[in-house]
């Protein structure tokens, strides 16, 4: 189990796996990574019983203009379902009890350039008794705890000083991993002198079974700055009181944003951020994990990355982390090795450039060792963000589909899951109706038209004019629609985060317009979806405003990354 702790937020988090893939594990070799590959996720329409659509993403190929995408049902011939500019596209409904494969071709002009075939996927019947995961809201992920000695679960709560930093960890236990009690102190600020004046951020705690003890690991610093940069270790025998060894910092680098990474050998390894987080280190640990024996390499120099999570699927291994940016969402990026050791592949982005108003955390299976389906939560640490009253911390969960090195993953609004029977089931509010049609927008600049906005690719973005506000852009869907939910990545500039204050306009004639929603009270940054009742064909944004964090002034150009409008044909 791993347990993070930055600030006033404490999230408990369990290590666990990904997708409804029905494929055998495959070897990176360096050329593959080098093109493209493809990969889907299934998912359910809202109110429906059947999970019979695919979320196909393909990573971008330098120097591609267009990609064509094929479809081979029952390992028929592949069938061109769709020429288009993005990086993604809907495939709905397919048929229970038939088997599916996609193929993408990426072409420069009249060349092809590369083309990749996805895993198999197979569309079933959705299960009974699963559990609701709410992005819109604050929710919880239930997932089982790994902390687990003979017949007894154990999880860990911490305690701060009333004067600050920390005070106490709490153990409490249980015989059914529902019921917790039987409170006990098991460290105390008071039980080293390391401990006096901490606070502990990017907690840790694994069973180490050779040796029968709970390993506890942490990013340590004194309890009024970030000055230390040193790690910190502490272990215990399960049900006892912890024995902290020391604080250091590893081979002498500085240590900020941490996580321990335990592999199929049982060998475990260190992955920190140094040199102010522009660095990312990975030292393997000795065979009781209690200290570093080696540094194995720097895998990233000079990218400013933080909270570094690794996860193995399918024998290859994925580093997912978060761009520097204090508490506010930020891009997210993953590498991936065939070997822990490396070489590692370049930075790849992945999701939206905000990861959809988070930041990227943890990686996990939702069924623990066994399980197939990963899991992204994406930390939302609203404590830390400027101009809005929400002083909390929620996770945003995004079901995370891999394809021989490379991961994808995308936003809904709900995500149905069972730990138990490894099931993850996103849900989408309708149909997505909006992309590659016709958008218009009050200015545009030549290089980025307002089609970009639309165009199924985070990575590009439509571009207004100057600082001209108020400012529409609007997507012209081909006939009346039955509008369900509007899903809007904005831009954000780092160190000037701002949020935007809209209103989504509707009409049938492109004449006549409605308000369908008022969002000037909007006080999320970099991403929103926003659920409404409509009836049009065409669907405005009609940006109003942009306040940003820390200038009274909007110095903002009107600019969108993707729009995506999701509903159903008017009957």
Partial sequence: MVIEKRGMAIV??????????????????????????????????????????????????????????????NNEP?????????????????????????????????????????????????????????????????????????????????????????????????????????????????????????????????????TNKFVFWAHYENSTDYTLARVSVASATPGEN???????????????????????????????????????????????WLDVESQVSVIYQNQHRELPKVIKKDGVYYLFSSQAAGWYPSIPMYSSASSIDGEWSELRTIGNTSTFSAQSGSVMRVKPNTGNHVVMVAYRWMFGWAGTENGTTEERLLPVSFSNGYAFYDYFDQVLYSAKDDVVVPVQDGKLLSQGKPATAQTATGTNPANYANDGNYQTEWIGTGSSWPHWWKVDLGSVQEIH?????????????????????????????????????????????????STARYVRIHMLNAQLHNNPNNWYTPRLWEVKVFGADEE
């Fill in 485 to 533: 939910n509007v899903q809007i990545s904005w831009w954000m500039q780092k160190g000037s985060e701002g949020f935007y204050k809209y209103k989504i306009e509707t009409s049938t004639d492109n004449i006549n317009w409605t308000e369908a929603l008022d969002r000037t009270n909007n006080t999320s940054y970099g991403f929103t979806s926003d659920t409404l009742s």
């Fill in 242 to 288: 912890f024995t902290f060894h020391k604080s250091f910092r590893p081979e002498g680098n500085e240590s900020r944003d941490i996580s321990i990474f335990k592999d199929d050998d049982d060998s475990a390894y260190l992955i920190s951020t140094a040199n102010n987080n522009s660095d990312t280190i990975l030292y393997k640990l000795t065979s009781d």
């Fill in 78 to 210: 592949f069938i061109l379902l769709q020429t288009l500019t993005g990086t993604t596209m809907d495939d709905y409904d397919l048929t229970i009890g038939s088997t599916y494969r996609y193929q993408v071709k990426a072409y420069g002009g009249a060349s092809l350039l590369t083309s990749a075939v996805s895993p198999e996927y197979e569309p079933y019947t959705l299960p009974d008794n699963l559990t609701t995961f709410d992005n819109t809201s604050q929710s919880t992920l239930n997932l089982p705890n790994e902390l687990k000695a003979g017949d007894t679960y154990y999880r860990f709560n911490f305690v701060q000083k009333s004067s600050g930093g920390f005070g106490q960890m709490i153990q409490q236990t249980s015989t059914d991993d529902i019921t917790y009690g039987n409170d006990k102190v098991v460290l105390s600020y008071t039980d080293h002198p390391d401990l006096a004046n901490s606070k502990f951020e990017g907690i840790n705690i694994l069973y180490h079974a050779p």
């Fill in 12 to 73: 408990i988090a369990l290590v666990v796996l990904t997708c409804h893939l029905l494929f055998s594990a495959q070897t990176v070799h360096a050329e593959d990574r080098e093109g493209t590959q493809i990969a889907a996720i299934l998912f359910v329409l809202k109110d429906a019983s059947e999970v019979s659509n695919a979320k196909i993403h393909w990573a971008p190929v330098n120097g591609a203009n267009e990609y064509e995408l094929y479809r081979s049902e």
